[in-house]
């Protein structure tokens, strides 16, 4: 009994993948406040807080938005057999088509069991009430369909990675809330400095998908290196225009100066042999 239930237990058992990238943090200061912290503190201190401050950007509830902003994510596909089930990302063979023009799509659960590679039974819940009825049709591909008055219809995917349909088992299909899919992934990732006293961060993340994984820590990066670019962008264009503010300030200030002089030589008969040819 009990090694039948290990290989149960191993076989079934959901694989889990890793993503792991590397990121050099800029040394280079050039905001005011780190200036300061410069001048108040130790400076292995300061680059240590930047660090620090650095990692908690990257793992920030915005950035992880922002990567996933970046993903096709906003339905999720799943197969499911009598036991396990997977995620199908970009790997789908069918697709959830949203017919009706909408701003945002409700939480649906739809589950799909194929008769044949046309026909199919469909059961959709909505996932935003507690105690919801579910919703049973007899359908076909591309054959449209309404609930809670948005109309679908589900078709087959053109994409390069399409898989035949598998009339074993169902397919699971959810409509996403990003904002709680942010929340889950952040629980899978990691953001720290490789070791001490090195301005490397090191960006980890796990889930059951791998090219989902990949995808993310990708999205990730760039979005963390877009956001630095416009930082840094922002900072130079507020530079200019203090600069220019100030020396506006200053040829207002050299003028009056110089009008005053003017008259105080008027007033005194000073004559400027500069100016006499």
Same mark, same amino acid.
């Given at each position: 009994?009990?090694?039948?239930?290990?290989?149960?237990?191993?076989? *079934? @058992? =959901? #694989?889990?993948?890793?993503?792991?990238?590397?990121? %050099? !943090? &800029?040394?280079?200061?050039?905001?005011?406040? /780190?200036?300061?912290?410069?001048?108040?503190?130790?400076?292995?201190?300061?680059?240590?807080?930047?660090?620090?401050?650095?990692?908690?950007?990257?793992?920030?509830?915005?950035?992880?938005?922002?990567?996933?902003?970046?993903?096709?994510?906003?339905?999720?596909?799943?197969?499911?057999?009598?036991?396990?089930?997977?995620?199908? *990302? @970009? =790997? #789908?063979?069918?697709?959830?088509?949203?017919?009706? %023009? !909408? &701003?945002?799509?409700?939480?649906?659960?739809? /589950?799909?069991?194929?008769?044949?590679?046309?026909?199919?039974?469909?059961?959709?819940?909505?996932?935003?009430?507690?105690?919801?009825?579910?919703?049973?049709?007899?359908?076909?591909?591309?054959?449209?369909?309404?609930?809670?008055?948005?109309?679908?219809?589900?078709?087959?995917?053109?994409?390069?990675e399409l898989t035949e349909i598998i009339?074993?088992?169902?397919?699971?299909?959810?409509?996403?809330?990003?904002?709680?899919?942010?929340?889950?992934?952040?629980?899978?990732?990691?953001?720290?400095?490789?070791?001490?006293?090195?301005?490397?961060?090191?960006?980890?993340?796990?889930?059951?998908?791998?090219?989902?994984?990949?995808?993310?820590?990708?999205?990730?990066?760039?979005?963390?290196?877009?956001?630095?670019?416009?930082?840094?962008?922002?900072?130079?264009?507020?530079?200019?225009?203090?600069?220019?503010?100030?020396?506006?300030?200053?040829?207002?200030?050299?003028?009056?100066?110089?009008?005053?002089?003017?008259?105080?030589?008027?007033?005194?008969?000073?004559?400027?042999?500069?100016?006499v040819e």
């Amino acid at each position: 009994l009990g090694f039948f239930t290990g290989f149960i237990v191993s076989k *079934y @058992k =959901k #694989s889990e993948y890793k993503a792991t990238a590397t990121m %050099k !943090v &800029d040394d280079e200061s050039s905001d005011m406040s /780190e200036f300061l912290a410069i001048e108040m503190f130790a400076e292995s201190f300061n680059q240590y807080d930047k660090i620090l401050t650095e990692a908690r950007i990257l793992s920030s509830r915005t950035m992880i938005e922002r990567a996933i902003n970046k993903l096709p994510l906003d339905i999720r596909y799943f197969k499911s057999g009598k036991i396990a089930s997977y995620e199908l *990302y @970009k =790997k #789908s063979p069918i697709t959830l088509q949203v017919i009706s %023009k !909408v &701003d945002q799509l409700d939480l649906v659960h739809f /589950e799909v069991w194929f008769n044949d590679s046309t026909n199919f039974t469909i059961e959709i819940v909505d996932e935003s009430k507690e105690e919801a009825i579910p919703e049973t049709h007899d359908l076909k591909l591309e054959e449209p369909f309404t609930f809670n008055g948005v109309t679908y219809s589900i078709v087959k995917s053109n994409s390069e990675e399409l898989t035949e349909i598998i009339l074993d088992g169902s397919y699971e299909i959810y409509t996403v809330d990003r904002s709680q899919l942010a929340l889950e992934f952040d629980k899978d990732l990691f953001v720290g400095q490789v070791e001490e006293k090195v301005s490397i961060l090191q960006i980890s993340f796990i889930s059951t998908n791998a090219l989902l994984c990949k995808d993310f820590v990708d999205a990730l990066t760039s979005s963390y290196t877009k956001l630095m670019f416009e930082k840094k962008a922002s900072a130079a264009v507020n530079t200019l225009k203090f600069i220019d503010e100030r020396l506006d300030k200053l040829t207002d200030k050299m003028s009056v100066v110089e009008s005053e002089i003017t008259k105080f030589k008027q007033d005194k008969k000073i004559i400027d042999f500069e100016t006499v040819e």
